[in-house]
């Protein structure tokens, strides 16, 4: 097995999934991680579809590799039942989010052909 050094992780995304019945909490949530991170993360477009290789409606949240271990402790212990999908950014995007992903809460089955 060839060791990846983690200087190759450029940012990390999470992903807060949700569907129609988790959409206010969902929205809900997104208010309690803008008003707590404070402009320290990126928030992403709010998707009331599947977007891409995930397969529930979600929002996007990008950070950088020295926030992880703050943000996805925040993440673990404030998530509620949301469920979120956490990938390195390498610049190889289907590794990132096939071989490398990360989840909270319950796990759920990509569209890696979206990934090219």
Same mark, same amino acid.
């Given at each position: 097995?060839? =060791?990846?050094? /983690?200087?190759?992780? #450029? !940012? ?6 949700? $569907?129609?019945? @988790?959409? $206010? ?15 320290? +993360?990126?928030? *992403? ?5 599947? %977007? ?5 409606? !979600? ?6 590799? #020295?926030?992880? /271990?703050?943000? %996805?402790?925040? &993440? /673990? &212990?404030?998530? *509620?039942?949301?469920? %979120?999908? =956490?990938?390195?950014? /390498?610049? $190889? @995007? &289907?590794? $990132? ?9 319950? @796990?759920?089955? +990509?569209? =890696?052909?979206? &990934? *090219?």
């Amino acid at each position: 097995m060839k =060791l990846r050094d /983690t200087s190759a992780i #450029e !940012s990390w995304h999470a992903h807060i999934y949700f $569907d129609a019945s @988790s959409r $206010d909490a969902a929205w809900a949530f997104r208010e309690v991680v803008e008003a707590h991170w404070n402009g320290k +993360l990126q928030l *992403g477009r709010f998707h009331e579809r599947p %977007v891409g290789p995930h397969p529930m409606w !979600s929002y996007q949240l990008a950070f950088a590799p #020295e926030q992880f /271990t703050e943000l %996805v402790g925040w &993440l /673990t &212990l404030n998530h *509620g039942a949301l469920d %979120v999908f =956490l990938h390195p950014n /390498t610049g $190889d @995007s &289907l590794s $990132d989010h096939r071989d490398a992903a990360v989840w909270i809460g319950r @796990s759920h089955e +990509l569209v =890696l052909s979206a &990934l *090219g």
